[in-house]
Nanobody, 127 residues
Framework: HVQLVESGGGSVQAGGSLTLSCTPSGYTYSPYCVGWIRQAPGKEREGVAAIDSDGDKKYTDSVKGRFTISRDNDKKTVFLQMNSLKAEDTAMYYC???????????????????????WGQGTQGTV
């Protein structure tokens, strides 16, 4: 049973920073794509950043240069460092993992309705 435990959301002023973390457990996927999606009120879900089992990182255009995804290989924890935050970054952020695939479609890979997809419960980020 795959689980994703998220933490790190909160409220920050524009220009500030937040760090999200996600610790997946209960999976033995190889390859895999893991990362973050977000959904703002009244908007569609959006893939934000993803990293695959080979360490390849992908970002949506609106966060390039501001957000950084990284992974602690020992603990499998995935981090999203969000800098220079803007009001439009306000959203519920969900950690997600796709088993058996790389992030071939960038962060949008996490939105695909594949058999081995799991999402976390979400953490709110408000700017």
């Amino acid at each position: 049973h795959v689980q994703l435990v998220e933490s790190g959301g909160g409220s920050v002023q524009a220009g500030g920073s937040l760090t999200l973390s996600c610790t997946p457990s209960g999976y033995t996927y190889s390859p895999y794509c893991v990362g973050w999606i977000r959904q703002a009120p009244g908007k569609e879900r959006e893939g934000v950043a993803a990293i695959d089992s080979d360490g390849d990182k992908k970002y949506t255009d609106s966060v390039k240069g501001r957000f950084t995804i990284s992974r602690d290989n020992d603990k499998k924890t995935v981090f999203l460092q969000m800098n220079s935050l803007k009001a439009e970054d306000t959203a519920m952020y969900y950690c997600a993992i796709q088993g058996g695939v790389y992030c071939s479609n960038g962060p949008s890979s996490l939105l695909l309705r594949l058999a081995r997809r799991t999402w976390g419960q979400g953490t709110q980020g408000t700017v």
